[in-house]
Structures are given as C-alpha cells and as structure tokens.
C-alpha cells in the first residue's frame, strides 16, 4: 500500500499489540514514523520492523503524561522530519474495574490523565506542525463507548471524554485543514486478550478455543479483529482516501455493536 507515501506519522502507545500494528502498517503504507513509549526495548523491536521495510524511525522513550513529553515528541518529528503529517493518540491505561459507587477517585482521574489529557497535550503540542502540512489526527478509543457493563464504568468516561475531545478539536482545527477522528475497536484478538481468554479457559476446564468461539459467536463475523485489521481502519481515516471526513467515529470490532 501507498496510502501513507513519505507522510510522517507520530504513534503514542507503542507496545506488542495495537501500537505496533500501527507503527509498522504506517511504514508498510510508505510512511516514516515517531515511535513512543516507556518501555525502551519495545520501541527498539518496533523500529527494528520499521526500517527493515524501508521506512525511517525515531523512538522516544517518555511517560505521555510527562507534561514536558508532547514537546519532546514534537520536537522531535520537526528535528529528525522537517514535518508532521499524522497523530496517532494510541497511549492507555488500565482504569479502576470496579463499580462507581466504590471505586478510587484518584485511581479514576489517573485514567483520565493518560486517556484524555494527554491526548489533548499531544494534540495541542502537534497542531502547529500537522496545519502546516494540512494533516490528520486518529484517537483510538473503544467499544465501551457502546455499553454501559458494570465495572466499566471508569473507563467509559474517559473514553467518552477522548470522544466529545475528538469531536471539538474537528471543529477547532477543521478550518485550518486538519481534520480529527476516532476509531473504537471492540476486542482485540493479540496477546493480552488471548492471555485473559487461557485463564477463563483455565478456571472453567475448557478449550480457550471455546472461550473465543463463545465472544466471537457475539459479532455478526464470528471473528474477533486483530491488530492489523484496526490499524487499517486508522491508516484510512489518516489518508487522503478520507480527506472529506472529520469528527467522526469509526466502530470496528466485527458487528458486535451497530452504531
């Protein structure tokens, strides 16, 4: 693919599942990319895949709610780039699974700092760089915008409010021709979800084969998306091929949710 062609794209949120499908379908699609994250060695093995298709990398090891990191990262795409042309806010933490009623509220705001302030940081830090080159911005954020479950409830207002941020940036940025969007994956079959699957395999004495099948069994493909698939999603809204489209959600988790 060719959609991305000598585009430079910053990923927050590098790590084994999501953020890497994201970095290296980026450089697979002709982009050079700004790989970020804490864990140094991951960003290492990633932009070990970015080069060896051709594509240049530039890692950044920093804690995104670091107030001082969207500056560094920006920073560091005019330094190494010369530009800007894609944002991908892909960094999240874990929130609290417990009811609102009990739950921590620092635990909460913690979420919400790495959720949604940090993407508003980096997006912020970014602006200037992406309406020079009339660029894109993608907020990854997640089905759970489409249930209300117990126990999600914390995590569904941070993903709400990186939504309404989305949507208001569009409107911010759209006249100076950056456009804003967000993709909500629903499951994502990589290895944090295929170890959460062995275990509930494990406590009820079955195949984790039939764990899958029965979620699966949940979405009108009977398939569970894997990270490729996502970052595919992401890589379209951050094209050309989308360039009349802003402020807008794309589901894709399979058919579990109609929206």
Request: hydrophobic share 45%; net charge neutral; charged share 25%.
């Amino acid at each position: 693919m060719t959609l991305l062609r000598d585009k430079v794209v910053l990923v927050s949120g590098i790590g084994p599942g999501l953020g890497r499908a994201l970095a290296v379908r980026c450089a697979a699609a002709g982009a050079d990319v700004v790989l970020a994250a804490r864990t140094r060695h991951r960003l290492d093995a990633v932009a070990e895949e970015v080069t060896a298709l051709g594509r240049r990398a530039v890692t950044a090891a920093v804690d995104i709610t670091d107030e001082d990191a969207p500056r560094r990262l920006a920073q560091a795409a005019a330094e190494e780039f010369g530009r800007l042309d894609v944002l991908i806010n892909n960094a999240f933490a874990i929130p609290p699974r417990t009811e609102l009623l009990d739950t921590d509220l620092d635990a909460v705001r913690a979420g919400f700092e790495t959720g949604a302030f940090a993407a508003l940081r980096l997006t912020r830090e970014c602006a200037p760089l992406l309406v020079e080159r009339q660029g894109s911005v993608v907020m990854i954020n997640s089905a759970v915008l489409r249930h209300s479950r117990r126990t999600f409830g914390a995590y569904k207002m941070a993903k709400t409010s990186l939504l309404s941020m989305a949507q208001t940036l569009s409107t911010e940025l759209g006249p100076r021709g950056v456009r804003v969007n967000t993709v909500a994956p629903g499951y994502i079959w990589a290895g944090s979800l295929q170890w959460y699957f062995a275990q509930l395999a494990k406590e009820r004495g079955v195949d984790p084969r039939q764990v899958y099948d029965e979620t699966a069994a949940t979405t009108d493909l009977r398939k569970l998306p894997e990270p490729d698939e996502i970052a595919d999603a992401v890589l379209f809204l951050a094209s050309p091929m989308a360039r009349a489209i802003t402020g807008q959600c794309l589901d894709v988790n399979g058919g579990e949710y109609h929206h």
